[in-house]
């Protein structure tokens, strides 16, 4: 393995072919593919969206069976959450960290490829589900007892247990990977109050993974236990309480949610002041609001429960501290408005996006706001109000923060623009599509239609909301395709980007587009929050294109990979036996062994 | 950030205004329309619930009325024109930062304390002479039982108007949630739990409710019918209840029917009072009185009745109810000896 070694004249990202891709360590490259692989399960998880739309557009519908339904549901939900969010937002950590943050790499390059692997095997094995005896069918929140042996016999419920242990891996090592980048790797003279907001919310949403995937693993432990051994963690007929998962499910739940909104905040928080021409309005408070609301995300858990019966005194507590997040919110909601406010605003695709954020997100957390109040959320937990509610936040917020991060960072990714005329196409029909999809969902709860019903009868007045809420999916879809018309044709053929395309504030629009291999020739120095807008700091900044010397980079390795692909085969012998566990446990060991003593230079 | 006047006219109207509204619009959207309404409240309890709602929809849509308002304007007035001036660079404004912390503040205080007080007044004890009702949630049908009147059934929920009802709820097998929108909130039935609701009821009628919690395959099918009753009627139903089934006589199809039920598996799940004694499905003494079958999932007429009986799980995917596999003339006759069961 030989040290790559960069010179002016002999860039390291000559590499190609699909070994270059399998063995890369470069967080640009592993960047592209999570977003790539996070992508298609978008895509993915929303077919089995339309076909659950499909399946209720009128009542009584035969389309799909319940079994199915069930299936469907609980793999959107997971799909959406795991394998489509939580990597797109890893896709854009990966790739504008570094650049943002002034460093050729992350701290751990090879770590950071095990942990895209690990997530792509894992979700592979998820999805394996589908055709090897049928998909879990227990909600995405596996709700015990449901999840036990006696009512969930089949392989469904393990699938989803060791899939998200899996998942569970490759979330931990990237946000241990970030937190040291982010905390080690800062180019000199970037104090912690001069990071782009982006990079805050990398780092608030690490700290969130770090503490929340503990939990969730303990509680599947438990689960698999009970499952595979017989244990009775949730067996309420050897007296267990099966509350005790909705706690631990919940405690990690919550600030799963958090894990989800944030970098889209953090993405928003850059593109409105880049197309106001205007600094972010009161950096520091919304940096300690995204601090605030990460901590304050560990206090409400119980809001999921409130119809269990904690008694008036938690549902009080619970109530309470939940609807202080509301404030730290609403700061955000009016600094990003502030930060417009006597600005020159350009409408750029991406900035529309930002704009859509903040109108759909207000009105999720608005709703958020109705069920933050128990006795009116007893009326709303488990109905439509609340799927309304959920997908105005991570459809409405998070969804199209990340568009606007993909519109905002395309240029710098691929080197091209991605096409303004079909990006406003996109952007309107996706706004319209989505409020047609999910706006009625919120009347239909309140007149009554539990969610997860894969039926409802007639005459109970759902029929014309729903078919417009099927409609509206199908229009989402058309709307997603033009997105994939414009991101196929801007990638090839899109207009040359240039360094800096929109006259952006941080550091990585000083260097070209796409990056090379070593982003940074030589490493930049930091004088300001803003380091491009400011007469000294910009020269500062354009300066680390200069090379100063040889660069050391690290070298390429396949046993990330391997590693990944060892100890996904031994997780997955839980299910298909000792004869595929055994050689997987063996192929990680030795991966893992190699890799320790692999030369690295 | 919020308009506000002293004059308690003003606001009184701005409430008017504001609330009345979008909820008169829903109002309009009538029980007949959507039977299964939460925004009909037709007791003590949906009532509190309604009015703190009020006062929740109240906020949020000044809220976002501000707040899109406000967007929409910002982005207008600030838009890119040939000739504006090029943006001054504000970093913050500490006053402007501590009103809109603090304006939130408020109205969440605002909202907080009518909520706490909902809360205890809804979860505290109830009345203590309400009739009790004890609920369990089944895969997929709910039972109901009333301990004071001795008396079981299933899936429909019989209730005297203006008397408090406390119902302690429990499940037989995995997590449900209890809900009949139009008299209030839902709650959960959770293994080794008993959770109660109580509420008086304040209109005759009929209400749909149903299953709230993901149980399994027949999530969707597990319904239910609450009939609020006046006094007499409601004493003249548990008075037909507390009696023995009917005893059809043997040579008569109902009859048949009798023998076909004591003869074959039927016994091993259903009650019927002096005649069998299992617990896994329905109590069925007084099954030809209701309205529906299945989980209130079909009405109960003899077709529905004959197709469910022959084949229970093509009428409700999952069901634990076995295709004993009758023939046409077993069919008929339990169908003959179930409807009997007045």
């Not at chain 1, 399960?41 to 519908?61: C, D, S, T």
């Not at chain 2, 308690?8 to 309404?37: D, H, M, N």
Request: proline share 7%; glycine share 8%; with cysteine.
């Amino acid at each position: 393995m030989a040290t790559t070694v960069a010179t002016a004249h002999a860039p390291a990202e000559s590499q190609t072919g699909l070994w270059s891709w399998i063995t890369t360590v470069d967080h640009k490259r592993i960047g592209a593919m999570y977003g790539t692989t996070a992508f298609i399960f978008f895509l993915i998880g929303g077919i089995e969206a339309l076909l659950i739309r499909i399946q209720l557009m009128k009542p009584e519908n035969t389309f799909i069976g319940p079994d199915v339904f069930n299936q469907l549901f609980t793999m959107h939900g997971t799909t959406m959450i795991f394998l489509a969010i939580m990597p797109l937002s890893a896709s854009f950590f990966n790739f504008m960290i570094p650049l943002m943050i002034g460093a050729r790499d992350v701290a751990f390059p090879r770590l950071n490829a095990f942990s895209y692997w690990v997530y792509l095997f894992g979700a592979i094995f998820l999805n394996l589900s589908f055709v090897l005896g049928g998909a879990p069918n227990t909600g995405w929140f596996g709700y015990s007892n449901l999840t036990s042996t006696q009512y969930a016999p089949g392989h469904g419920v393990d699938f989803w247990a060791i899939g998200l242990q899996i998942l569970g891996v490759a979330s931990l090592a990237a946000a241990f990977n970030f937190i040291v980048t982010i905390v080690n790797l800062r180019a000199p003279g970037m104090k912690m109050m001069r990071m782009p907001p982006f990079v805050w919310m990398t780092l608030v949403t690490s700290f969130l993974i770090i503490f929340a995937f503990p939990v969730i693993t303990v509680a599947l432990v438990f689960l698999l236990f009970d499952r595979f051994t017989g244990t009775n963690f949730f067996v309420p007929a050897a007296g267990a309480d099966p509350l005790l998962w909705q706690h631990l499910f919940w405690l990690f739940g919550h600030p799963e949610v958090y894990i989800l909104i944030l970098p889209a905040m953090g993405i928003v928080s850059e593109v409105l002041p880049t197309f106001s021409r205007k600094p972010l309005f009161g950096y520091p408070v919304v940096v300690y609001s995204g601090i605030f609301i990460g901590f304050m995300g560990w206090g409400v858990w119980s809001h999921h429960m409130f119809s269990v019966g904690l008694g008036p005194l938690a549902d009080s507590f619970f109530a309470i501290t939940t609807m202080m997040i509301a404030i730290p919110t609403a700061v955000k909601i009016f600094n990003w408005i502030a930060t417009m406010w006597g600005g020159r605003l350009e409408l750029k695709t991406a900035m529309l996006f930002s704009l859509g954020f903040i109108a759909l997100f207000t009105m999720g957390g608005l709703s958020g706001f109705m069920h933050a109040s128990p006795p009116a959320d007893l009326q709303q937990t488990d109905t439509y109000f609340v799927v309304a509610h959920i997908h105005y936040v991570l459809f409405g917020g998070a969804i199209m923060g990340i568009f606007s991060g993909l519109y905002y960072w395309f240029p710098k990714m691929t080197g091209r623009l991605l096409n303004e005329g079909l990006g406003k196409v996109h952007f309107w029909s996706t706004l319209i599509a989505m409020n047609l999809t999910f706006f009625p969902m919120h009347f239909v709860g309140l007149l009554g239609m539990p969610r997860r019903v894969y039926t409802y009868a007639p005459g109970m007045g759902f029929d014309t909301m729903n078919m417009m809420s099927t409609v509206g999916a199908l229009l989402l879809a058309l709307s997603v395709l033009v997105f994939v018309i414009n991101f196929l044709a801007s990638i090839r053929g899109g207009k040359v980007a240039g360094n800096d395309p929109w006259g952006g504030a941080s550091l990585e629009w000083a260097i070209p587009s796409p990056p090379p291999a070593y982003n940074f020739a030589s490493l930049p120095e930091v004088h300001s929050l803003d380091p491009l807008w400011h007469k000294e700091s910009r020269e500062a900044a354009l300066a680390s294109n200069q090379m100063r010397g040889p660069i050391h980079m690290p070298p390429n390795s396949h046993w990330p990979m391997f590693s990944a692909f060892g100890m996904t085969l031994m997780m997955s012998g839980m299910i298909f036996g000792w004869f595929v566990g055994i050689p997987g446990l063996l192929i990680m060991l030795f991966s893992i062994y190699s890799w320790a003593f692999e030369p690295c230079a | 950030m919020v308009v506000r006047s002293n004059r308690p006219g003003f606001r009184r109207w701005l409430a008017a205004v504001i609330v009345a509204a979008p909820l008169a619009l829903l109002a309009g959207c009538t029980l007949k329309e959507y039977p299964q309404s939460s925004l009909n409240p037709h007791s003590d309890y949906a009532w509190i619930i309604q009015h703190l709602l009020n006062q929740l929809v109240f906020w949020v849509l000044i809220i976002f009325t501000l707040v899109q308002v406000l967007l929409i304007y910002t982005v207008l007035r600030f838009r890119n024109r040939p000739g504006a001036p090029e943006p001054e660079p504000v970093h913050g404004n500490t006053a402007l930062e501590i009103a809109w912390t603090v304006a939130p503040a408020i109205i969440l205080a605002l909202i907080a304390v009518p909520t706490v007080m909902a809360i205890f007044k809804t979860q505290g004890a109830a009345p203590k002479d309400a009739l009790e009702i004890k609920v369990v949630g089944h895969q997929w049908w709910w039972e109901f039982q009333y301990p004071s009147l001795g008396i079981t059934t299933a899936s429909e929920m019989h209730v005297p108007v203006n008397k408090a009802v406390v119902m302690d709820i429990e499940t037989a097998d995995v997590i449900h949630s209890f809900w009949f929108p139009v008299v209030g909130g839902k709650r959960d039935a959770v293994p080794n739990h008993t959770n109660h609701l109580f509420f008086t009821a304040d209109s005759i009628g009929t209400f749909p409710g149903q299953c709230a919690e993901l149980c399994g395959i027949s999530h969707a099918n597990m319904r239910m019918k609450l009939f609020v009753q006046s006094a007499s009627d409601f004493d003249a139903w548990a008075a037909s209840q507390k009696l023995p089934p009917n005893e059809p006589d043997s040579t008569t199809l109902a009859g048949r029917g009798k023998q076909e039920f004591a003869n074959g598996a039927c016994v091993g799940c259903h009650t019927i009072n002096g005649l069998s004694e299992g617990t896994i499905g329905p109590n069925l003494t007084h099954f030809g009185s209701r309205t529906s079958i299945a989980g209130a999932t079909y009405e109960n007429n003899t077709d529905n009745l004959a197709k469910w009986v022959a084949a229970p799980d093509k009428r409700k995917p999952g069901t634990l109810m076995l295709n004993l596999g009758l023939n046409p003339d077993q069919v008929t006759a339990l169908v003959a000896y179930l409807q009997s069961l007045k």
